[in-house]
Each structure stands twice: as structure tokens, then as C-alpha cells.
């Protein structure tokens, strides 16, 4: 006879309980020492660790001494259940089989990763060897989780590398759906040497492009796109990544080029004319019907068909105006960077960031690119690796960039665990993005262009152009042009090697509160 449903009293009554740490009513986890436990109280507190006041040992500190409330371990809160591992010995949060976090982790990407004959493929031992030693195994755990019954989701697609359906190339990424799962995956297999290392702004380029060429239905335009795409767009960001690094905004402008391009010839066709036979009239009735952002978008797309012959060589193209944002006054600089020094609220990644452009006149593509070994802490002095030499950092602001160093956020993927860079960002080995932080920024109120504007002029007021160019890393070129602009005084400077470097002071009533 088959046992009847509880009703809900019962359910109540047997299954739930008020939990002795939140004071709550949930679904007990246990009874511990103290009382009955919920399974978020439970977590919580077996995941802390640290040395017992009691015993001075280094564990999972689970229990609560009787009298200051402090978290102490199980032997001395007198628990009768113990939270070991049943294959490692560690303690902490036990799933099934009494395993620890890591080893079921390890279990499941096994699992995943088997190429049919019961051992891990051996091209993708090092992923493997990179998830499992993450710091919080439970966030690797939480992805392959993730949209479980997605046929795109994580664990699909590691079951397909593990049984080589699924190719070790940058191009079968490319082609995976969802695309940001897969994105996320190919650099995981970068930052684990299986894959080689490409820009992701260059991986991301070549994933959106097929979708925009299949939007088209010209195929004369999509010829034409493509061959734009393959010989001049692709190379200038190729370029770009062996010279330096490919930014956000670049990738949005490698993007813009390709759909005011075709926009451009779609525009053609409803005056039945084509990129062959494009005349001057044509182009100067475009670019007065446009903004400024969509004439900068097109003319790359214009002179590289003019080059090839696509369209005749004797069409002028209109230069591009320079527009320049004002920057913030002296006092306005002053201010915001008093305000990053005392306040406790703003969040201290964002503090730290918008010091350094208030103080030193950096660009946030610059300043995400910063790591941990930039900064030079030898006893009281403090340096930030800018230029050459290193500039010094005042006594406020070294403080305030030592305790950031020491409580890093974002640190608790797969290879961020290990990370060098000043400020990690959420994708794995990956800095923050200098878009994010800029619009973060300015929801504090620090303009990021009008900052770096004061900060630079300010500098070059007090020290010649060539010092602050090297100090900050600037190019000789770009101080002079401004000290021109500033009505600076330094017209004549001495040459040879002048070991002093601009930005080790604090202006004035920049740390008072």
C-alpha cells in the first residue's frame, strides 16, 4: 500500500524549522550544537576558514564559542558530524558521495572531457588542470550548471571536445551558438595554452561578420564587404594587436566601418548607381546628409576602394574635422579627486582608477592594461610604473592603491585566481573593459576625457613638456602640442637625461575632506 502525501502541516512540521544563525524559518540542513541550521546558514559556514581561537588549528570553522559568538572549528563547538572529504581529507561543503567541492568539479569535467575510452583527451589536460585548480570550485560548478538544458550550454560543449566532434580551431568557435557561452570557452582553451593566443576583440569581429554578410542581399555587395573586410579591416586590427592591444571602442569602429559600408552601397542602389560608377556628387551629397561619426565610419571603406579601383580614383574625399571636449578647471579637478580620496562608498576599484586619471592624466585603455607588478612598494616609498622613470605616488594615494592591491574583486575565476592585472576583469585572464569603467565613471561623476584634459595641462604648467612625456607616457609630440595650447612657459629646456619624474605631489586640498 502506497504511503499517502504529507499535508502541509506535516511537511511544515517535519521539514521545516527556525534556523538558530538567521532566525529564519526554512528547510533545516542539520542540527548543529547550537541548534537547527537552514542550508544557507549551513554553506555559509562551512565554507569559513581560517586558524580556531580555540584550538589554533587551520580549519573549516563551522561552530560558534558559546560565549563571544566567534567561528571556531567543529572539535571545539562539539559537533557530532564531520565535514571531510571522503577522498581528499578537505573540509569545507560536501555534495554527493561526501566530496568536497574541488573533487566533485573534478569528477564532473572528467566526466565531460572523456574521449570514449575512460581517460581525459590529452590535448585538453591542461584545461582541465586550470579549472580544477581554481580558487572557488564552486564557480565552476555554477557554470556547468548553467542553462543545463541548453544543447549550447557549457557542459555540451565540452562533452563535444572531449569526443573531438567539436574541432580545436578559432573558426569552429566562431560558428557556436550561443555565442557568448563559446566566447567564454575559447578563452578558457587561450588562457590554457590549447588553443592559441588571439585577441578576443579580433575573435569577436570575426564571429559578428557572417551574420552581417547573411543579413545582406546584394551579393555584389556582399563581394564587395567581404573583400573590404579580408583586406583592409582585418589587417588594421591585426595590426593593431601586434603593435599594442585592440580596445573596445576599436573593435565597435573596425564594426561601424563594415555597416556604413554597406549602408554606403544600399544607399547606391536607390539612386541607380553603383561603388563603380560613383561620382563626386554622389559622395558630397552623402556626407552632407550624414553626421560626423558616419562620414569617419565610411571614409576608410572610400579610400581603400578608391586604391583598389573600385570606384574612380579621381573622387575627393572630405577631411575629417577634430572636435575636442573642454576639460574640467583646476578646481573641478581638485575637487573630484579629494572627493575619490575620503569616500568610503564609492567602490574601490573605482576610486583607485579615477585617481589615477585625475593624478597622472592616463587613458583608461592604459590604465586597465596596469598589473600589480606596475606598482613599487619598497618601504615608505611608492612608484607607478607610467614611463621611465617610474612616477611617485603621494602618501594618500599610495594607501589608498596598497589596500585595493590586497582586496582585489573579480578574483575567483579559473585563471583570474592568478592574475597580475591591476584591475581583473569578469572574462577569464581578461583586464577590465575600458568602456565599462569609463561609464561607471562617469555615474560618479568623473568625466573621464575632461579629467585626463586638466590632469595633463595641469602637468605640463609645472614641469617641461619632454619630462611629463616620459614620466607618463607620452609622445614628446602630443605635451608639446598641448603646452602650446596651455600657454606654457617651458620654450626651452636642456637636453640630456633628466632623472625627475612629474606627479609626485598632491595638489593642495586634494586630500581634505
Known sequence: MSRPYATDEQYERWFMAECCRCGQRRHKAGTWPDGYVCRTCSDRAVRTRGTCPGCGQDRALPGLHPVDGSAICTTCAGFS??????????????????????????????????D?????????????????????????????????????NASQMLRRLGLGQLPLTHDAFHELQPWRAAAHLEELLMASGVLPAVDKYICSFQRWLPGHLADITDPEHVKTIKLFATWHVLPHLRERADRSHIT?????????????ATTFLQW??????ALSSCGQLDIDAWFADNTEHSRTCLRPFLNWARKSRRCPCSLSIPTMKISRRPALSEDERLAALGRLLTDTDTPMRLRVAGVIVLLYAQPLTRIVQLTVDDVLHDGETTLLRL????SPVPPPVAALLLAY???????????????????????????????????RLREIGIPVAAARGAAIRQQLLELPAPVVADALGYHDKTTSRLLRETGGTWSRYAAGNHNRSPAGWLPRGAGES
Open 81 to 114: 558530524q564531520t565535514f571531510d572529504c571522503s577522498r581528499c581529507h578537505f573540509e569545507g561543503k560536501l555534495l554527493g558521495g561526501r566530496l568536497c567541492e574541488r573533487c566533485t568539479l573534478t569528477d564532473r569535467l572528467t566526466a565531460l572531457l572523456d
Open 248 to 260: 573596445p571602442s576599436i573593435r565597435r569602429f573596425a564594426a561601424d566601418q563594415i555597416k556604413h
Open 387 to 390: 614611463g621611465e622613470p617610474a
Open 116 to 152: 570514449g575510452t575512460g581517460h581525459v583527451r590529452q590535448t585538453l589536460t591542461p584545461l582541465l588542470d586550470m579549472l580544477v585548480a581554481m580558487d572557488e570550485p564552486r564557480s565552476g560548478l555554477a557554470w556547468l550548471a548553467m542553462r543545463r538544458d541548453h544543447p549550447g
Open 405 to 439: 592591491i590586497a582586496d582585489r574583486d573579480n578574483m575567483n575565476t579559473a585563471t583570474n585566481q592568478a592574475s597580475r592585472w591591476l584591475f581583473p576583469g569578469r572574462r577569464a585572464g581578461r583586464p577590465a573593459r575600458p568602456d565599462h569603467m569609463s561609464s
Open 268 to 273: 547606391l542602389s536607390t539612386r541607380d548607381s
